[in-house]
């Protein structure tokens, strides 16, 4: 990974964390696009370490998270730390937002 990619992973880190820590509910969408980037585009968000703290954390709040994409997810899911169901329809157009604004 060159240095350039490395800068751009930690920008997305520092919003994913920001974000979550602000409103834990965004723990779901955040790692719905983490997996989109990281399964499907083969371009990751975030770091290996970071999207397993992101998952962690997801699960030990589940039970008290609200959010509309949350029937995408459930404990196995994330207990196995992959995610390779589906995804909601504005996933692709939102990751492609961030990267456009933020980097690659």
């Known amino acids: 990974m060159s240095d350039s990619d490395e800068r751009i992973i930690s920008i997305y880190e520092k919003m994913c964390l920001d974000t979550v820590d602000s409103n ?3 723990l779901i969408p955040w790692y719905i696009m983490a997996s989109y980037a990281y399964y499907i585009q083969d371009d990751p968000l975030l770091s290996d370490g970071s999207f397993d703290r992101l998952c ?3 699960l030990e ?3 008290n998270l609200e959010h509309q994409h949350k029937d995408f997810l459930d404990k196995d899911t ?3 730390g992959t995610y390779l169901g589906e995804y909601p329809t504005r996933i692709p157009d939102i990751v492609k937002q961030l990267r ?3 980097g690659k």
Do not use: C, I, K
């Open 78 to 80: 994330l207990r196995a």
């Open 56 to 58: 962690t954390r997801l």
């Open 24 to 26: 834990p509910n965004m």
């Open 100 to 102: 456009r604004e933020y």
């Open 61 to 63: 709040q589940y039970d």
